[in-house]
């Protein structure tokens, strides 16, 4: 693959001590290579199959911390029927991929760390940076609609989105990153509706919207449209993984609300413009690896007391 980077990491902190890059070598050693069969496989008959393994591995770390938490089916209280998740998809995939290693490696492979190998294959089938992603987590033992309740929102202001990062240790830089993962996928007209037609204070088309930009989106998503109509959220490549969305950000093209309110905050919107220009060009490839791997740490469970290997990822164990 072209325009890669690899990025090796050697982690000390002694909360992830049992979180750690090659953690199935010895008890699982083909296990990485399974899930990317899998995920490969799945990509090959719908693109949009990469997108989606990485958003599921970003909204399982942002409720419980990354733990599987998503994957449960519990009834009308499972945490995957929250509104913040609406859109989520890719669950099959993981529970083929789990049935696989069951079958190789029974009662080895958490589900929380085959979403997190999943998403590192998903940048990478998408063209992105190659990385060693850690593992060793242990899959929760809770599911529950109500603590989803504070997933990173659309229509969040700037300092709001920053808060609900600041909550689970990451950074502004780690906010500008992390957005940059719609570089894939496509988003409903459903999250652009009150953007174009109602923007608050005011009514009409939010005005950050660049005046090139916005008839091309009314077109797209008209007043009385399919609000489930999909649309890249990258403007130019919306299935090749590059720093094109953060571009779009800073030219007024950017799709959801959310990203263009990276633009509302000094210290967002210079981390943002350090990406271009001449000199001092930071590089976001490897900076979204760091944080990938960064945010892979978030409240996970490395010992049998806070969490289990479960035997089919939508279930706990007996």
Known sequence: MKNMIIVMFIIFGISEARLKVGFYRKTCPDAESIVGGFVRDAAEFNPQIPAFMLRLHFHDCFVQGCDGSILIDNGPISEKLAVGHQGVKGFDVIENAKAQLEF????????????????????????????????????????????????????????????????????????????????IGTTACFFLMDRLYNFVPGGGP???????????????????????????IDHDSGENFDNGILRNIRSGFAVL????????????????DSYFGSTNQSSFEADFVTSMVKMGRVGVKTSSKRGEIRRVCNTFND
Do not use: W
């Open 104 to 183: 190789v490696c029974p009662g080895v492979v958490s589900c929380a760390d085959i979403v997190a190998i999943a998403a590192r294959d998903a940048v990478a089938f998408s063209f992105g940076p190659i990385y060693e992603v850690e593992t060793g987590r242990k899959d929760g033992f809770v599911s529950n609609i109500s603590l989803a309740d504070n997933m990173p929102d659309f229509r969040d202001s700037i300092h709001l989105l920053k808060k609900k990062f600041f909550d689970k240790g990451l950074t502004e830089k780690d906010l500008v990153v992390l957005t940059g993962a719609h570089t």
């Open 206 to 232: 939010d005005p950050s919207i660049n005046p090139d930009f916005l008839p091309e989106l009314m077109e797209i998503c008209p007043p009385e449209g399919d609000i489930n109509f999909r649309l890249p």
């Open 257 to 272: 609300q959310s990203d263009a309110k990276l633009l509302d905050d000094p210290e967002t919107k210079q981390i943002l």
